[in-house]
């Protein structure tokens, strides 16, 4: 039996796409590469279809709305013309609704809320609530996700199915022609070490900046390249790195968003990449910098090890001198660096979006079928 499946496909029309924005567009293609046999509604807040490579059998429904897409304009499509199931690869399930399957990406808010605007902090709450009620499955990208899922809400385990994500093929090793032309095009030098990430206090670059300036003091020639847009609460992050008296000063780089194919130049790039964020319900530049061949030091909190296993270093997030004898011993051993570029690159074969699409369409036609 074939099903009509909606999906909430709002993060796709977003031009600069972060995590959740890239989980969504990645997951829908490779369900479009699998799956022939079931009808899809993506429901867009835009105008314009967008680009996605999907087979006949998605069909795109826009129905742009000014506020409270979410809330108002999807209940609305809900109650005038519902699917079997709906799919929200984001968080928030509308009010209206039929069976429904949500993914949840991490409960970040709750374990470090001061690194959230209030307003914005219990909204997630409410929202994650509401959709860990009402959901039939939760997906989640970890088993530390899970975790918390069901100590913040008391989520049945049996309701959530861990399914890790994938990454794009084009975070691969590239040759060192390809790498030197991308870089000089960009404006970047070597040697650096490389930072991926919204600005935002929970990527904790502040430790990270202190834990760049510690190797500035011990001559280290190396930059900080941090790529990624200014999110909320980064101003004391920008003030920091433009303090004159700072020994960081003059030496990080700032990208700001970088489009999809230049990512995997700045990762080839980098000597190392520094990601002791303080928590992540996955972490893709984790696992984007190993598929990459790209030295890997990240927390050793929340959902990090289980990305990494034993193909990283990883530190206390809150230790700004651990991250600093980290990256020390990342860029003064080659050794190191050629065991965990070989390690990493083993790890990442153990994540593809094929599988991510395969485990989820599982789910989706299990409450379909009830």
Known sequence: MSLHIGIDASRVATGQRTGTEQYSVQLLEALGALDGRNRYSLYVNARQRPALRLPPNFRARLIPFPRLWTHARLSIEMLARSPDLLFVPAHVVPLAHPRTVVTIHDLGYRAFPQAHPWRSRQYLDWSTRWSAAVARRIIVPSEATARDLHAAYGTPRGKIAVIPHGYHPRFRPLSADVVARGLTRLGLTRPYILAVGTLQPRKNLARTLAAFERLCAARSPHRLVLVGRKGWLADPLFAA??????????????????????????????????????????????????????????????????????????????????????????????????????????????????????????????????
Do not use: K
Request: glycine share 10%; charged share 20%; proline share 6%.
């Open 241 to 370: 790195i433009g303090r004159p008296g700072s020994l960081a000063h003059g030496r990080v780089d700032l990208t700001d968003y970088l489009p999809d194919d230049d990512l995997p130049i700045v990762y080839n790039g980098a000597e190392a990449l520094a990601f002791p964020s303080l928590y992540e319900g996955f972490g893709l530049p984790a696992l984007e910098a190993m598929a990459c061949g790209v030295p890997v030091l990240t927390s050793n909190t929340t959902a990090l090890p289980e990305v990494v296993g034993d193909a990283a270093l990883t530190v206390d997030p809150l230790d700004a001198d651990a991250i600093a004898a980290g990256l020390a011993r990342l860029i003064g051993d080659r050794a190191l660096r050629d065991e965990l570029r070989a390690r990493g690159l083993e790890r990442a074969r153990q994540f593809s979006w094929q599988r991510a699409a395969g485990e989820t369409l599982a789910v989706i036609e299990a409450v379909g079928a009830v």
